[in-house]
């Protein structure tokens, strides 16, 4: 069974830039999320793709989007690149999209964004 | 927008049961309770899930009373590895539903 992978691993950008992370779910799993972790802080949730579609969506604004592919693989984009961007950016995927109804979420390890 | 409240840190020692409790108000009907680890540099891992009243696995037990706006993980003889942080997290509608941690609870288990 293959896990969660992210990569890249650590990226450094300037503000202003735009920024692709990708993710590759776990096998079986059609359904991923993205969260945005400061230092110290939780994660927080960004949205959630099931079969291609954004199925959710947290209090984050335009310049975040994101992909999902038929192999279920996704994509976090992000434009216009703000120093309070600067975050891990973790990737989960599950069974399924039930939010908050009893999914199992597996989580990459991430990839740490530094904006400078 | 309702979020969830742990305590920000706890301390324990080897071999102690740990409890941990999460405030979660205005949780839905429907949500499930589901509470999680993290280590430095990684990503959250699975540790327990319930809907009502008690659930145990070979890790953890979870502990959840009838009215739900609470939940409490128990972590029976912690040991040194179990240094962690520990997030609740609910499902908590916000109009297009979001999954929301809580704050967290920096857990260190000295010897």
């Known amino acids: 069974e293959t896990g969660v992978t992210q990569s890249p691993t650590h990226l450094i950008k300037t503000r202003g830039q735009q920024v692709t992370l990708r993710c590759s779910s776990q096998s079986g799993h059609n359904t991923v999320s993205w969260y945005q972790q400061a230092l110290g802080q939780g994660p927080q949730f960004i949205f959630q793709?099931?079969?291609?579609?954004?199925?959710g969506r947290g209090n984050f604004p335009p310049r975040f989007s994101g992909l999902q592919f038929p192999n279920y693989s996704s994509e976090l984009n992000v434009n216009a690149l703000e120093l309070d961007d600067s975050a891990l950016y973790l990737c989960?995927?599950?069974?399924?999209?039930?939010?908050?109804?009893?999914?199992?979420?597996?989580f990459g390890s991430g990839t740490q964004l530094s904006v400078l | 927008l309702a979020k969830t409240t742990q305590p920000i840190s706890m301390d324990s020692y080897e071999g102690q049961e740990v409890n941990i409790t999460c405030s979660h108000n205005?949780?839905?009907?429907?949500?499930?309770i589901t509470w999680y680890q993290q280590f430095p540099s990684q990503g959250p891992r699975f540790i327990i899930q319930g809907y009502k009243t008690k659930v145990t696995n070979e890790v953890a037990s979870l502990f959840i009373p009838a009215d739900r706006k609470s939940s409490t993980l128990s972590l029976p003889r912690v040991s040194l590895s179990d240094t962690a942080v520990y997030y609740c997290?609910?499902?908590?509608?916000?109009?297009?539903?979001?999954?929301?941690f809580g704050s967290g609870t920096r857990l260190q288990v000295q010897p």
């Open positions: 205005n949780i839905a009907t429907n949500d499930y």
């Open positions: 997290l609910v499902g908590i509608y916000t109009g297009r539903r979001a999954l929301t």
């Open positions: 989960a995927s599950s069974l399924s999209p039930g939010l908050g109804s009893g999914e199992k979420l597996f």
């Open positions: 793709y099931y079969r291609e579609e954004e199925n």
